[in-house]
């Protein structure tokens, strides 16, 4: 069941199994392994309930072509593996902790031929985005990183058939290229495979190594994390849902101390990368709540449906933005982003953008819900909330430096960059004056351009800016063309009143950050 095995893969059996747990449970196990002879393979019992069906390797098809996949993907970077390794661990492992360090390093250095292809491919292809970082390499020609890719993938399918823990690691890793544009598919495939290998269930508990369950928790909060943010980006409804969720929390006794022994600034920044991980499945639980409470299908209705429904936004939204406040005055100072040292490379800035992503997907929401009939005070308060957080995410970009830039990013911080610029299309097409729309107009091509001239810093943001381009280019094309013309804003002078009840109680939860608040971060 561990994420290196070669001989054997295991699938969970669920409770609607035509394998029931009272018949498994008065099967013989042995007391070395916890195994049973099965009809075909094997049956594992690694807790009161928990058990998996074994099977061999040899018994699929294909499983001859992974030692010679293997044997190319080293060839390809050959002589320069074990430095990719490193440069592999040194800088996308930190944040992004979803192998085993020990474990990988010992086993590579007796041969690298105990690994699945892709995750062997995987680990090279994200390293070699550093390439120049590493002075053993810069000096010497760059590996073919589209062959390598090509394997990868290809034997991501092959061994698809033979799902392992580290089928999901590959993949995972897989997702998380900089100029992957195109993931949904791929995600759900790994969602599935995770649910295969029971990593959306409690292992706390389970008859398997230390080590191997604080691995499992680690890589399905990553698998839920990858599943949430990949249902944003691509406006699809999640797979993995909190009902059928029972990973505990990861806490600091799942994390390998894989910084023993280094100096102390290696070991900050690896306490950093693991904060972080731990903020971003903070930060992802209450996107899942925001996608089910305002984006759903059921929510779209429940609010169609309702008497008022800004109001009914606002109730669903409430919570949520206390939860995002709160989460935000608590982040720890060492994720600040002017807690990174110069020269140092830090993905602080992936987290922080994801922060703002969430804030504006809980706005776009209220926005949408707006209409000429809403009561004019609950507009201001809900657009004057929605233009502090639109200010406070630009500013953030134009903050980043090049330690922020040049480090690792999450999957999804392209679409979040261009996502600032949607935002401001959308708060520019809803305008309610035409000094407003003016405002929005300036700031949004203000923007745009700011990603045009930046996006040599990084791939991904060349494919930012091409996301935003698609999303809005038309748009100011249009804009640019009436920007004489005198808008007619329906909502002016719409229904009257000075604030419906419960106004200012919303107006206190939706009021935008203070600038102090902002300072630093």
Same mark, same amino acid.
């Given at each position: 069941m561990t994420s290196l095995q070669i001989q054997q893969y295991a699938k969970y059996i669920g409770p609607t199994d035509e394998h029931d747990y009272a018949l498994l449970d008065l099967r013989l196990y042995d007391d070395d392994h916890d195994e049973a002879v099965a009809e075909q393979g094997t049956f594992r019992k690694v807790g009161p309930s928990e058990f998996f069906h074994q099977f061999a390797d040899a018994d699929q098809p294909n499983q001859s072509q992974d030692l010679r996949d293997v044997d190319q993907i080293e060839s390809i970077v050959a002589p320069h593996g074990s430095a990719l390794i490193r440069l592999y661990f040194r800088i996308v492992h930190p944040s992004f902790p979803i192998l085993q360090k020990d474990l990988y390093l010992e086993r590579y250095a007796r041969s690298y031929r105990v690994f699945s292809p892709p995750l062997l491919a995987a680990v090279y292809i994200l390293a070699l985005n550093w390439w120049s970082y590493s002075p053993e390499l810069r000096g010497h020609v760059k590996p073919d990183i589209t062959l390598l890719e090509d394997i990868a993938f290809r034997s991501l399918q092959e061994t698809s058939q033979r799902p392992k823990v580290s089928t999901v690691q590959a993949g995972l890793l897989l997702l998380q290229r900089p100029g992957s544009i195109s993931s949904w598919q791929l995600t759900c495939q790994i969602v599935a495979i995770g649910q295969d290998l029971g990593l959306h269930l409690d292992c706390s508990s389970w008859r398997i190594p230390v080590w191997e369950r604080a691995l499992r928790k680690r890589l399905a909060w990553a698998l839920f994390n990858q599943d949430t943010w990949s249902a944003l980006i691509y406006a699809r409804p999640p797979h993995i849902a909190l009902s059928n969720w029972a990973v505990q929390p990861v806490s600091s006794e799942d994390f390998p101390d894989d910084a023993v022994g280094e100096e102390e600034d290696i070991v900050a920044e690896v306490e950093k990368g693991r904060t972080l991980f731990n903020e971003l499945i903070s %930060? +992802?639980?209450?996107? /899942? &709540? !925001?996608?089910?409470?305002?984006?759903?299908?059921?929510?779209?209705?429940? !609010?169609?449906? &309702?008497?008022?429904?800004?109001?009914? #936004?606002? =109730? $669903?939204?409430?919570? *949520?933005?206390?939860? %995002?406040?709160?989460?935000?005055? =608590?982040?720890? =100072?060492? %994720?600040?982003?002017?807690?990174? $040292?110069?020269? #140092?490379?830090?993905? #602080?800035?992936?987290?922080?953008?994801?922060?703002?992503?969430? =804030? !504006?997907? %809980?706005?776009? $929401?209220?926005?949408?819900?707006? &209409?000429? /009939?809403?009561?004019?005070?609950?507009?201001? *308060?809900?657009? +004057?909330?929605?233009?502090?957080?639109?200010? &406070?995410?630009?500013?953030?970009?134009n903050r980043l430096k090049p330690e922020h830039l040049q480090s690792f990013w999450y999957f999804c911080s392209k679409f979040n960059f261009a996502l600032i610029g949607t935002f401001a299309g959308l708060c520019f097409v809803t305008s309610v004056s035409q000094d407003e729309a003016e405002f929005y107009q300036r700031r949004l091509m203000e923007y745009r351009w700011t990603l045009r001239v930046s996006n040599k810093s990084a791939e991904f943001l060349e494919i930012a800016s091409g996301i935003l381009e698609s999303a809005v280019g038309s748009l100011l094309k249009a804009a640019e063309g009436i920007e004489s013309r005198k808008v007619d804003f329906p909502m002016l002078g719409s229904g009257g009143g000075t604030g419906g009840d419960g106004a200012w109680d919303l107006e206190g939860e939706l009021s935008s950050l203070d600038d102090t608040d902002m300072e630093g971060r």
């Open positions: %930060l +992802s639980k209450m996107l /899942s &709540s !925001i996608l089910e409470q305002l984006y759903s299908l059921q929510a779209e209705l429940d !609010i169609t449906h &309702s008497y008022d429904p800004t109001k009914a #936004v606002l =109730e $669903r939204a409430k919570p *949520i933005q206390v939860r %995002l406040k709160t989460w935000w005055s =608590e982040l720890p =100072e060492n %994720l600040r982003m002017d807690a990174t $040292r110069s020269g #140092v490379l830090s993905s #602080v800035g992936y987290l922080h953008l994801a922060y703002f992503a969430t =804030e !504006i997907t %809980l706005h776009r $929401r209220i926005l949408r819900s707006l &209409s000429p /009939s809403t009561d004019p005070y609950l507009i201001q *308060i809900c657009r +004057s909330a929605a233009k502090a957080r639109l200010i &406070s995410a630009m500013d953030f970009f």
